[in-house]
């Protein structure tokens, strides 16, 4: 000490030692970083440097020197606005969900009008395309992910998963349906010579098998809810966003699903309706299809490009090269590898959890009862709508219908949640399924008794077991994804 206060006794030197400080205590110091001042070692006159540099700078004093000053104290609206660096990657992922929802809708209505309005089929094989085709579907693809997720890495996997779902519904609307109205493809006569051979009770699995694309239409639809939004949606998300951002930006993520509900509802009923405006013989509903299918691959398009743009230009540079400081600062932190697990592992792993077995009981069960109303509903709609454009253009009203009565059932469920908690908002859904299945089932089993009484309002029996199924669906899923979907996550 005392040989450097002797060092220390002209102004120069005094001046560079005090420049020198700030650094010397973030090396030397006790993990306590000051605040640098504004005046740094590169601004210091020219005059100062030789004295500062007769000696090798640390590496940590760099580091040091390279800290950037905090962000400006922003006022007014713009204070309002999240920050710059947690806007460049929200904003693509809500774009991603937006169009991922998009096409959930037009997918979700596709299918069911494909499969009800086949010929020789009905609403009746629903339960049996659910059990014989879903159900080892989703078996055959849960191998096929896992054995492609062991060995591509996270990028390479969501580019095939998703490019494979858009080729198929690309091709169909542009290939495959063209060539079924041709009369290729479909095995009608096989099918017809099984119905006269075989009892009425197989006329549900024959239609399956009779229109097999729309089989295949209808499992690949179906998986794209639970692959592409559950599995590589949500999945991506959760490995970006910090849990503060997850607090944040996750609620608003479900009302903008809700907003894609209500665009793609009218979409397809907009789409739907164009028949009327074709010249004759043009057929209107494969017009129609093709105009969706070519939706669902811009917008997939529009998915691929937002998750590249994330992987490209916000998370690379968020994280670093090889290790190297951030924008922030901070060192990215390295992720732990995450142990690879068989099937069989996976299956005793779930099961194993008592929490996990209680709600894949509600899940299961919700879907039980659902389906039960569904089927039925979709039978009466078919005999209400038997042509498929107008069948598709009731499905997109219906589907706006579930957006808005979503929007207005979250903001009840918050209210919900704030006084009653959790086990009053879980046993709202199940309650609604209920009293709207009992009200629906009431009036099909009552057949004509309020027919003369219904004629008086200009409705028939049938269209008021539409309309109260058709309500009876729309309450019971914006209760599912307002209130059941938020207590099963949480």
Request: hydrophobic share 50%; net charge positive; aromatic share 12%.
């Amino acid at each position: 000490l005392e040989r450097s206060a002797m060092a220390l006794r002209s102004p120069r030197a005094l001046a560079c030692a005090l420049l020198c400080l700030p650094a010397s205590i973030a090396w030397h110091g006790s993990g306590v970083r000051p605040r640098l001042p504004s005046t740094s070692l590169a601004s210091a006159p020219l005059a100062l440097r030789p004295a500062l540099h007769t000696r090798a700078a640390p590496a940590r004093l760099a580091a040091a020197a390279a800290v950037p000053e905090p962000e400006p104290q922003r006022s007014g609206w713009r204070a309002r606005l999240p920050p710059a660096n947690e806007l460049r990657k929200i904003v693509p992922l809500a774009i991603m969900f937006f169009c991922i929802l998009f096409n959930y809708t037009i997918l979700r209505d596709t299918k069911d009008v494909l499969v009800v309005t086949a010929p020789g089929s009905s609403a009746e094989a629903i339960p049996f395309l659910k059990t014989w085709v879903n159900l080892p579907g989703a078996v055959g693809f849960t191998v096929l992910y896992s054995a492609l997720a062991n060995r591509m890495a996270p990028q390479a996997l969501f580019y095939t998963v998703l490019s494979t779902f858009l080729a198929f519904f690309g091709a169909f609307g542009w290939l495959i349906y063209p060539l079924v109205s041709a009369g290729l493809l479909h095995p009608v006569a096989f099918a017809s010579k099984l119905a006269a051979a075989l009892p009425a009770g197989f006329a549900a699995p024959i239609a399956v098998c009779q229109n097999w694309t729309y089989s295949l239409f209808y499992l690949l639809a179906n998986m794209w809810g639970s692959v592409v939004v559950s599995l590589l949606f949500w999945g991506f998300a959760n490995e970006v966003t910090t849990v503060s951002e997850a607090k944040k930006y996750y609620p608003l993520f479900g009302m903008f699903a809700n907003v894609a509900l209500v665009f793609s509802g009218q979409f397809v009923r907009y789409v739907s309706k164009l028949h009327t405006s074709l010249p004759a013989g043009v057929d209107g509903w494969g017009v129609a299809l093709k105009l969706l299918m070519s939706a669902v691959v811009a917008s997939g398009g529009v998915i691929m490009a937002a998750f590249r743009y994330l992987n490209v230009a916000v998370l690379k540079e968020a994280d670093g090269s090889d290790g190297a400081p951030s924008p922030s600062g901070k060192l990215a932190p390295k992720k732990k590898k995450k142990p690879s697990m068989s099937i069989g592992e996976s299956a005793r792993h779930l099961a194993s959890s008592a929490y996990i077995r209680s709600l894949a009981t509600l899940v299961i069960c919700y879907g039980m009862a659902i389906n039960l109303v569904e089927v039925t509903w979709k039978s009466k709609l078919k005999q209400a709508f038997p042509d498929p454009s107008a069948y598709s253009a009731f499905m997109g009203s219906f589907s706006s219908a579930t957006g808005v009565a979503t929007l207005a059932m979250m903001l009840f469920g918050r209210f919900v949640f704030r006084k009653w908690g959790w086990g009053t908002a879980a046993m709202i859904t199940p309650a609604v399924l209920l009293g709207t299945g009992v009200a629906f089932f009431a009036l099909c089993l009552t057949g004509n008794t309020f027919a003369p009484l219904l004629s008086t309002v200009g409705l028939t029996p049938l269209m008021l077991a539409v309309f109260v199924g058709a309500a009876q669906n729309i309450v019971s899923k914006a209760a599912k994804y307002s209130l059941f979907d938020p207590c099963k996550e949480m």
